[in-house]
């Protein structure tokens, strides 16, 4: 559905502003859809994210401070989202054996089960994506939104 009928505007100043309008609405649309699918993991998108994060590094540890830097949302205390996957014992953090003031943040077995279910529930969201765009028009978007950003 076109995003005039959406949010029941007429019509915008120019295209630029209906793009920013347009990535605003379907930011948050996205981001509705992952709370939606990780509901019943008791955990938000950010969590997620930071498991990724994780994985992605996976055997080796990363400090909190190289999560921070790529996170996706970077407004949340990337404490207190360490602190709920540590406590559903999903990531463990220990002290750096070389340098005592870095901690190691690395994935538990536990963690890795669950993010691979956590994996399946979002991935019915680029499913239905690609129900309505293909592989060549997503490639598309992604190359426009990163020329956007300069």
Known sequence: MKIENLIKQPGFEDNYHKVIVNLIFSGNWIRDENVRALKDFDVL?????????IKG??????SPGEIKEVLIDKSNDLTRLLDK???NGWVKRELCPTNRRRMDVTLTPEGQKILNQMNKAVSRISNGVAKNISVREAGQLSNLLDKMRG
């Open 45 to 53: 998108p950010q969590h997620y994210n930071v498991l990724r994060i």
């Open 57 to 62: 590094k996976h055997p080796l540890p990363v």
């Open 85 to 87: 996957l540590e406590k």
